[in-house]
């Protein structure tokens, strides 16, 4: 069955599908979630079951309309179940990134003013304890792993809540469906906060229209059925898992299975074979530095047939995935190559069974993408943002271009402002921004247009180009323009670098933080015989600030080539002696850059990097999760850059 | 990251042991150690702390050339004793070369007696016998426990004999360095002090270099000069003792201490603050 | 390389339990027994001649010794019991086999006639069992390996058993299953095969199980095993009768199907060596081993034997029976250095890398 | 602490002047004390003290020479371990009695034999009672190892494992048998710090959630004054000190026999 | 590494599949197989008798160019007197080239194998000398033939010459017999006919087992020493032989006293024995040692061309020259099938024909040049043995001496043996034996 049943039409509102799923598809299963040794199978009669006695018991606990409900864990089912059970309701659930510490979840309780929080466990249970210290507001603690909790006082377990929910359901038959009748499409459905990369996080409402109307226009040109298969691993409060996981879950019937734990997510990924994928950027890279690096372990053979066969693939695999003609000789190989290793390399990675994969959030690498493509997986890219309820472009199917974040889905218009800006308009645009009318009316306009902060613009065949964040552009002191992203995206399409940090605005020239990657300089190393103790000893080598000072040239080398960003080359560099983090800060927890956090705390290197100086005394603070703080120093290097000369003959596009 | 400013290296210019981006991998199939260097100087205690199944009997292992026995093999990497390569040589080779191992869970010949167990060490010197009255002396010297139990057999004298007994085997080689896999294992507190204690004075007495690998970071931290730490395969983190000590990730994870005293067994948290190795 | 395991995610501990969880191998062991029943078929109606060869003279002894591998390694390889006994064993299930088969006449079935020899070989398998419980190890092998000369005497004396054959050797023939005539050797190897298959299932099952859970518990560490509650007297017991039983079966099959007449001599100690080096270098405590291992001590010196008439080579044929010794003691001893752990774990390494391929690790 | 409240004071075994010889040794002299139902008793003393001696006298596997042991009220002279395992005493080993050539499951599984009951013929045939019987008891197994956070290990042979992941197995299999009495011998020799926080936090849960009473020898003093209930001292078979932790600690002749200055 | 072995392996498994395909031969030749042993405990005894066979099959080919112009294409298997090994070489052998037309087993072990299948197969086994006693009875067992004699004949020839030694066989009362021999079928043959015989004459009968291959005897002869029989009758092969004289002498037992079959007959038999040998007693399968006729043609178109299987010394030892006579009844069947069948390779149907109609007479001998090697030979529909003469020789420290006159079995006492024995076997497999008054 497909979306355009009539069913779905009268079901507006998530508790009101999940209803319909248990009628239409009862003994098909929804969630899946690895444990005791096996996967775990719920169907959705059984998620409507338990779902509803979680909502009823929510209610004996007096959750009621316009509650807020603190998700915070790991993906689970039922935290998964929990959110439509508060939007039974006419709650709102709000996911918490499970990796955040106690303050920043301290704030967003605050601002949401919730009074009933779920967690998964006592990690959470903890933080959550110390935030009820705090804020005043927060009353009820429901906790799903009861494991260590026992000597906790005033906790409710999920059971506990889902028994008192039988009870009330048995004294007050008819009290929840009138509860569930109640919602309507236009009620706000869930809120997310994004940290953003400055300031405050912002808690987007969105309504259950937006999320269902972007949800199934995504899926319907997509095709996704109640035979697809999901793995949901990133986190729930992150708008991607949300409408993926939860929101496409619910409308196309898709099986949305939960890992083990996040240590176990590529087995789990591999056993699972997903039919539907979703990996931001870094995640991509990281397969591949490791598919890489467990290849030159291998025998001179298989490294060969590797590397050949890897050849053909980048030629002819995009080709043969788009439907373009290829030779019948390439097309032989291609086959072959498959057999030996493009079949195996998807079994390992688990994407053998994959049909839509989609990437987004940052810029991808040419290289990466290909990579996936030429494999024969339907790598493509998407635009959006939590604003717009995540979908605003797609690649088309069998019209991927590398350098396009693809064309508008169906409803979603798409204007570029006379500064470069790119603005959208569609189903999914937020409802507001929870308290912040100043920045709602900043963000959206009165007819519905939103900022999207990008700057961009789209090309003849109405393909999306992404330029970079509009308020991070700026031009170095000679006018030159400087697009950081641009720049740092470029870095880290090397596997070596992990992270880079580009500065320039209103410089004289551009300079660069490098965060390395351990695991690939580590191999490097070993292969090198270059020997290193620790991350910090490492990213201290002369022979790995040589390594980077290749990548940094190279990237210069490219920069040349574009009249308008030859100015803009990396003229020196270091290396930091500590991972970027979000714990410190220094990223958000989607692991973006916070550009002038960082920019804050590391003045004194950025004095350095501009003073001409060689090495410069590195000491800073670290936070630990449980608030202590411990000490990082040493020296750090800075290495200089020769620029590139403008390419003497340039290439006519 | 190397907490200290000083790293071994520059403490003797060329360390008596040195291992350089070891990887092993057991049965082929299983990277047990992913790039691990250390050094051990002349005349030092070096410690290797880390989890069980971190790599340190494997390490150690990997120096003692006893690996193969176990199926695991060195696919890259060197180990440098005294400047020369020793990781192609026999284990029988590297102890005429003074350096010897002392297995973890002890190996001693149960039924032979304590000073059968100590004369089977001094086969590597042939049969100079007033050169192995010597030895014997020194090992009576260094533990005179073993000199009241020299006639017992072995398998029935008490766990810290039977460890002592090892080590005192050890030395009948006269070896320049030991590698000392677990010497507090199963011993009771008291035991261990003592062991630690003529470790110690081996070390500064007779200039024995040490590599030990221990899970009593406490004990382990109070009696080496320098240590490593093993996460997974790999060196996370490396300093002086001292400054080990003081890390904070080294602190909670290690020595078991939460802000101001040590942290009860009783009230230990089902998570773990992520270690940052920093 | 072929393992394609991605989307092979299990539901229910009945799957993950499965003898062959992953797919490929499900299929590959399926179209293995298929063919294995259906491909000699053909090649019988194709090549006559051939196919007799490969009947009797390859499949049919290859099949009864992987059974006979199968049950000692039950003993041996599962439950630790060492066992020079196997030949007398072997002999145990021929004899009782052919007294029931020769004065039975009602029930000549071989299928009956088989069980009954499995059965009386399970039973003095119990009986030469009681030592193992005092007795480890060497001193184990000793005592069973007086069972093998003693089992050997008594069918050599006990003239009743060979029904007074002037020579001590008997001879059977005409042989029905569920009054189907086997007379040709495909229906001698098919009946074989059956057998084999179906005994193997059943082996896998026990192993699999609580029953081979409570073996590999005293072959591992008797002590612990008594300490969590095994008795091991009952489970040494049970080891030594489904191990007898197995090897009684093989044994009457060896003699019905294989030599149709046979002599004490048949079953003598060599038996007993040959099988237990088939588990030793198939490997202890597999099942495929045993199978492996058959194959390798039932097949390299056939295949020795001829290479040189392959290779255009002309040799006299004491020269090639030396080399033949020669190169498979030499066989036997690298493939024991290269892999002590038998050609069952070279199969599990090849079957690693394939799955991890094109990873090495 | 919510631990304490099971700790009825009921005393579940009882040792009464045991002495126990090997040859003309004396491993154990005139040895009493006793485990109350539901509470942690750590046994502790030097090393060749006689404390796993005491543990073997428990489950039957020596047969001590004098003295009375009373389990559940019932007086026993002579009992072999599988009995004691049929009542319900499960331990652990110092130098780890798992069996190695079989997986964690497999080790695990094995401490519910006592529980399964189906026959050679059904076990062969896989069918039915036997498959059903299994995955029941998988299912339970199963719960052990999510509880004791083995799962990655689960299809690994155990004699691959390191050492302090085979302890914890081997607690597994203890725990499997759903004993009333659990015998922990060295359960955190050769852990580190983290390990041993496991560890202890598995031993307290264990005697919360089940109710499990456990007597354990342990070394690390840290561990056995912060968790056990009781602690008996033993040096050179001999009882010295019998008391709750800070009782034993102040004794005299415990610091002098096994504690030492430091620590 | 480890791949290369392993790809060893399977290569090794997967070529053994392939044993069947030989090579294709010519179409006028006549595939022989020949299961011999010249490796394991056996060997002595086992070379000699292939070298045999292999010179006379050569010399058919050279001087006469084949049998009638069928040339003959003989192939070795190494049995090693393994009877699985060899009914391996058979199973192997036997669909080669012409196919085989027969097969001689050298072994009682290989030969009661084959019997089961020779019916089915439809090949003749020759166990000439040896193999299953009431298988000379055609009628039973039509596709076996023991040629020139069994063991029941062979123990009749040495009880007569006992019997006649002591004065008649009536004087055989009260005498104690032993019979060491080899714990095979091969070995306890002759106890049904001993046995019998010693009911009949009232003598006392031991048979007394020895575990192959029969170098261990101290115990047996031990037994022997403590019971002072009067006689000892040994059935041994290869070592055994060697080992029974040396532990004879040892345990003072009188070489004289010992009569072997004609398998412990031979120069490897005595010569390890040295002195202790003398004295020695053995039947002879009809011939002895030595050179005849025939040996000259086998110099001239064998040894001389150097086509020899052996030194020219070795020819003509007891052995060898009973492997030519092997080879020779083997061609000679093939002849007289030729004649019904025409000149070409014959099947194993037609050369049970022609075995069943062998007979040579006296001048057929003489004319192959055999005369004083064997005597005429008949074989018929119910007499597959075809002869059952023997003598008996002596080792006098350097050679073999014939000591007695002929001998022929007794087929008073044989053959009702042999009908019962049949009977028995018959019913047991469940055969209708054919009417041999039927057939020509």
Known sequence: MRLETTAAATAETFPQILARNARQWGDLPAYREKDYGIWQTHTWRQVHDQTRAFAAGLASLGFGRGDKLIIVGDNRPRLYWAMNAAQMLGGIPVPVYQDSVAAEMAYVVEHAEARFALAEDQEQIDKLLEIRAQVSGLRTLIYEDGRGLGGYDGLLSYDQVQQNGRALMAAKPDFLDTEIAKGKGSDSSVMLYTSGTTGRPKGVVLTYDNLRRSAENAARIEGLGERDELLCYLPMAWVGDHIFSYAQGLITGLTVNCPESAATVQTDLREIGPTYYFAPPRILENIITNVMIRMEDAGALKRWMFRAFMALARRVGGDLLDGRPVGLADRLLYRLGDLLVYGPLKNTLGLSRVRIAYTAGEAVGPDIFNFYRSLGINMKQLYGQTEASVFVTIHPNRDVRLDTVGKTVPDVELRIADNGEVLFRGPGVFHEYYKNPEATAETKTADGWVHSGDAGYVDDDGHLHIIDRAKDVGRLTDGTLFAPKFIENKLKFFPHINEAVAFGDTRDFVTAFINIDLTAVGNWAERHDVAYASYQELAGKKEVYDLIADAVAQVNRDLAHDPRMEGAQVQRFLILPKLLDADDGELTRTRKVRRGFIAERYAALIAALYGGRTTVHFRTEVTFEDGRKGMVEGDVAIRDMDTARPAPARRAA | ?278 | MLYREAGQFKTSYSADQAIFPILQDRLFVIALIVLAFLAPVALAAAAPGLAQYLFTEILIPFLVFSLAAVGLNILVGYCGQVSLGTGGFMAVGAYAAYNLWLRVPLVNDLIIVFLFGGLMAAAVGILFGLPSLRIKGFYLAVATLAAQFFLDWIVARVKWLTNYSSSGSVAVGNLTVLGIPIDTPMARYLVILAVVVVLTLVAKNLVRGHIGRSWMAIRDMDIAAEIIGFRPLRTKLLAFAVSSFYVGVAGAMYGFLRLGAWEPLAFDINRSFAILFMVIIGGLGSILGSFLGAAFIVLTPIMLNQLPGWLGLHMSTALISHLEFMIFGVMIVFFLIVEPHGLARLWAIAKEKLRLWPFPH | MARAAHATGEVLLSLENISLRFGGVKALTDISFDIRKGEIRAIIGPNGAGKSSMLNCINGFYHPQEGRITYKGVTRRQMRPHQAAEQGIARTFQNIALFKGMSTLDNIMTGRNLRMKTGLLAQALHWGPAQREENEHRAFVERIIDFLEIQHIRKVPVGRLPYGLQKRVELGRALAAEPELLLLDEPMAGMNLEEKQDMCRFVLDVNDQFGTTICLIEHDMGVVMDISDRVVVLDYGKKIGDGTPDEVKASPDVIAAYLGTSH | MRWGKLAFVGAALAASGLTFAGPASAQNEQFIPGLVYRTGAYAPNGIPWANGVADYYNLINERDGGINGVKILYEECETAYATDRGVECYERLKGKGSGAPFVNPLSTGITFALIEKAPVDKIPVISMGYGRSESRDGSVFPWVFPLLGTYWSAADIIVQHIAKKEGGLDKLKGKKIVLVYHDSPYGKEPIALLTERAKMHGFEFTPLPVTHPGVEQKATWLQIRQSRPDYVLLWGWGVMNSTAIKEAAAVGFPREKMYGVWWSGAEPDVRPAEDGAKGYNAAMLQHGAGKFAIHDDIKKFVYDKGKGATKWDEVGEVLYNRGMINAMLNIEALRIAQKKFGNKPMTGEQARWGLENLTLTAEDVKRLGFEGLIRPIKVSCADHEGTRAGRIQQWDGKEWKVVSDWYESDDKVLKPMVEAAAKKYAEEKKITPRDCSKEN
């Open chain 2, 1 to 278: 990251m190397t907490v200290a400013q000083a790293s071994p290296a520059a403490d003797a210019a060329t360390p008596i042991l040195a291992v350089s981006n070891v990887e092993v991998i057991y049965n082929h199939v299983i990277l047990v150690l992913k790039g691990v260097s250390l050094q051990v100087p002349d005349g030092g205690i070096v410690a290797l702390l880390g989890a069980n199944g971190a790599g340190k009997s494997t390490t150690l292992k990997t120096i003692s050339c006893l690996l193969r026995a176990e199926r695991g093999d060195v696919t890259k990497g060197t180990v440098t004793y005294r400047g020369e390569r020793v990781d192609q040589l026999t284990p029988n080779e590297l102890v005429r070369r003074g350096v010897i191992q002392v297995m973890e869970g002890r190996h001693c010949f149960g039924h032979l007696t304590v000073e059968e167990n100590l004369l089977t060490g001094a086969f590597i010197h042939g049969n100079n016998r007033r050169q192995t009255a010597e030895d014997l002396e020194k090992v009576y010297h260094y533990f005179p426990r073993l000199r009241q139990r020299r006639a017992s057999q072995a398998g029935y004298t008490s766990g810290g004999e039977q460890q002592m007994t090892a080590i005192g085997r050890a030395l009948m080689s006269r070896p320049r360095t030991i590698l000392l896999d677990e010497p507090s294992m199963g011993l009771a507190p008291q035991l261990v002090e003592e062991i630690f204690e003529i470790v110690q004075r081996l070390n500064t007495e007779q200039g024995v270099s040490i590599l030990l690998a221990e899970q009593n970071t406490n004990v382990a931290l109070k009696f080496a000069h320098y240590g490593y730490i093993l996460e997974n395969g790999r060196v996370v983190l490396d300093g002086d003792a001292a400054a080990l000590r003081e890390n904070e990730d080294v602190k909670e994870f290690y020595l078991g201490m939460a802000g101001e005293g040590r942290r009860s067994f009783k009230d230990v948290k089902h998570y773990r603050r992520r270690k940052r190795w920093l």
